[in-house]
Nanobody, 122 residues
Framework: VQLQASGGGLVQVGGSLRLSCVASGSILPYNVMGWYRQAPGKQREMVAAVNSDVRTADGGTHYADSVKGRFTLSRDNAKNTLYLQMNNLKPEDTAVYHC????????????WGQGTLVTVSS
């Protein structure tokens, strides 16, 4: 499967964006999907991820502490799409955002999508 990310852009502090990651095929074989980001001169960091095999109160979703309460991750298996709703954006959220899909089968490879740039201006 291939992943196509979109939705990035230039937004002012406090604004919102919704990133989408559309898969070219079914995402059912991928139990873990998420978003990472990489800012200039910094290491890549996990932003949010969801494990569809986990049945807990949080729905198997994890967020980086820096985005908790502001970002919401959702997954639509019917549309083969992963979303990241980003609210109350801050300058430190500026980065290239990549989506990823981790397969349930150990024999298959993790898939990465191309990045989409988010720029938050102050």
């Amino acid at each position: 499967v291939q992943l196509q990310a979109s939705g990035g852009g230039l937004v002012q502090v406090g604004g919102s964006l919704r990133l989408s990651c559309v898969a070219s095929g079914s995402i059912l074989p991928y139990n873990v999907m998420g978003w990472y980001r990489q800012a200039p001169g910094k290491q890549r960091e996990m932003v949010a991820a969801v494990n569809s095999d986990v049945r807990t109160a949080d729905g198997g979703t994890h967020y980086a502490d820096s985005v908790k309460g502001r970002f919401t991750l959702s997954r639509d298996n019917a549309k083969n799409t992963l979303y990241l709703q980003m609210n109350n954006l801050k300058p430190e959220d500026t980065a290239v955002y990549h989506c990823t899909a981790v397969p349930r089968s150990f024999g298959d490879s993790t898939v990465w999508g191309q990045g989409t740039l988010v720029t938050v201006s102050s």
